[in-house]
């Protein structure tokens, strides 16, 4: 779990560099901005599997404890 929040958060920044990068050129400004909605979708995605609930659990914990053989 722990490969693939980190692929996420990879592929979130890759996508606001290449926004960015699109902007500058000028072209494809409709590209760019999907761009940037998906890599706020995903951040999102990393936060909600990340944040902690108030007994101090996050999702990631929790599905890792329940693959963990006992």
Known sequence: MDIAI???VLTAIALVLGAVALFRRGGFRKQAM???VLAIVM???VV???LPNS???SL???AD???APE
Request: glycine share 4%; net charge positive.
């Open 6 to 8: 980190s692929l996420l």
């Open 60 to 62: 990631v914990t929790q």
């Open 43 to 45: 951040a999102a995605n």
């Open 65 to 67: 404890k329940q693959k």
């Open 34 to 36: 999907l761009m940037l």
């Open 55 to 57: 007994e101090g659990q």
């Open 48 to 50: 909600i599997w990340t």
